[in-house]
């Protein structure tokens, strides 16, 4: 009687044990198996990444290293590197120190599956070479939107830059021009790399600010709609305090003269819209001085031009502020540029004379007053119309 007890009471124990140890098992074998394949996912993202940027036309690219967290739904690409590969160009497209892709968990509440970028110490750099296998100008923004969509298939809303810098180069000048914007830092809201339904005709912001060659400080702010076909965007720039001497290389290759003292200020206001733009440019030379330095002997050549330009300097100065200032117009087809020059003339000699040209923005910017292509197309007709001889009676 009691052997039969004993086998009752031994039985589902057995059975029990033989239960438990199959779910452990179980359960430290999907432990294993998640352990593994979160020890592979980085290699594995980090070679599907490097495939993905081989195949960028024109440009090849790699990353070296790739951090995955799972627990904030990100990871981390270190040290991209995008380079042209005609080999022509020895600097770089694109590089940084790394481009962190997370989930905005401040969307995740608001019911949006939305992600941001941040990346840290990014350089851009274009290149203007004589021959066309030696420039390095980037193509279309559509190359580059179609390998962020691939390399992180979630909408994009929000993208930052830490400290990053952008770089020109032009081979073609003489001297060699290489000036860059470097400590930048900015911030871009409302970016998506997919179209969505009640978006406002400006959806995305951005701020931004660095310094330029010669300790000038640059402040951008703007409103842009990042997926229009064509270039839509309202933009207001500012650099205020650059050095002229530092940028002697630059006016040496594109203006023909020097100076040996100087500060320049400059304020840009422009908008875009179906392929058409409008906008001004108010530059301010302040304190000029075209005197050779010590011990500097310029080419003849060069010295009267600088005394053409150092007289019409002197003749268009407002004195009582030793400032050369005017505000130039420019407009028409991003293909076509035409810029009001009998206006900044006329502009030159009224704030030289008349009334000072104020260093500040004049917000007049408006996409609203941007006339279509069709509109500024009916409007030249209508002209052509009134201008054409009427037919004799």
């Known amino acids: 009687m009691s052997s039969d007890i004993s086998s009752l009471l031994t039985r589902p124990l057995s059975h029990w044990w033989r239960y438990s140890r199959a779910v452990l098992l179980t359960i430290v074998g999907l432990a294993v198996l998640l352990l593994a394949a979160r020890i592979a996912l980085p290699y594995v993202l980090r070679d599907a990444i490097n495939k993905r940027l081989a195949a960028i036309p024109d440009y090849a690219g790699s990353v070296e290293q790739i951090d995955v967290s799972l627990w904030r739904g990100a990871y981390t690409i270190h040290r991209p590197v995008i380079t042209k590969r005609s080999g022509e160009v020895k600097e770089?497209?694109?590089?940084?120190?790394?481009?962190?892709?997370?989930?905005?968990?401040?969307?995740?509440?608001?019911?949006?599956?939305?992600?941001?970028?941040?990346?840290?110490?990014?350089?851009?750099?274009?290149?203007?070479?004589?021959?066309?296998?030696?420039?390095?100008?980037?193509?279309?923004?559509?190359?580059?939107?179609?390998?962020?969509?691939?390399?992180?298939?979630?909408?994009?809303?929000?993208?930052?830059?830490?400290?990053?810098?952008?770089?020109?180069?032009?081979?073609?000048?003489?001297?060699?021009?290489?000036?860059?914007?470097?400590?930048?830092?900015?911030?871009?809201?409302?970016?998506?790399?997919?179209?969505?339904?009640?978006?406002?005709?400006?959806?995305?912001?951005?701020?931004?600010?660095?310094?330029?060659?010669?300790?000038?400080?640059?402040?951008?702010?703007?409103?842009?709609?990042?997926?229009?076909?064509?270039?839509?965007?309202?933009?207001?720039?500012?650099?205020?305090?650059?050095?002229?001497?530092?940028?002697?290389?630059f006016l040496r290759a594109y203006a023909g003269v020097d100076v040996s003292k100087g500060t320049f200020n400059a304020y840009v206001e422009a908008t875009g819209r179906d392929g058409r733009f409008q906008g001004y440019f108010k530059p301010f030379f302040a304190g000029l001085d075209f005197s050779e330095p010590p011990g500097v002997t310029r080419p003849f050549g060069q010295k009267i031009w600088e005394t053409v330009v150092r007289g019409l300097a002197w003749v268009f100065k407002n004195h009582p502020r030793d400032e050369v200032a005017t505000r130039i117009p420019f407009a028409g087809e991003f293909k076509d540029v035409k810029v009001g020059v009998w206006q900044t003339v006329k502009n030159l000699v009224r704030h030289a004379f008349i009334e000072p040209l104020t260093k500040k923005l004049d917000s007049r910017a408006s996409s609203e007053k941007l006339p279509t292509k069709t509109e500024a197309e009916d409007k030249t007709q209508k002209l052509r119309e009134k201008a054409a001889p009427k037919p004799e009676q």
């Open 92 to 249: 770089p497209f694109f590089k940084a120190d790394k481009i962190d892709f997370s989930l905005a968990w401040r969307e995740l509440f608001s019911g949006r599956f939305v992600s941001d970028i941040e990346a840290t110490k990014p350089m851009l750099t274009f290149v203007e070479a004589p021959a066309a296998e030696g420039s390095q100008a980037g193509g279309s923004a559509q190359r580059w939107q179609d390998v962020i969509d691939d390399i992180f298939p979630i909408t994009i809303t929000y993208f930052r830059i830490l400290d990053g810098e952008v770089r020109y180069i032009d081979q073609t000048a003489d001297p060699k021009v290489d000036v860059r914007i470097a400590h930048l830092a900015a911030v871009v809201t409302g970016l998506a790399n997919r179209r969505s339904d009640g978006e406002g005709e400006f959806p995305s912001k951005i701020t931004a600010s660095g310094e330029t060659i010669g300790s000038g400080k640059l402040r951008l702010t703007g409103l842009l709609e990042p997926l229009a076909e064509q270039p839509h965007f309202l933009l207001k720039l500012e650099v205020e305090g650059v050095s002229l001497p530092a940028l002697n290389e």
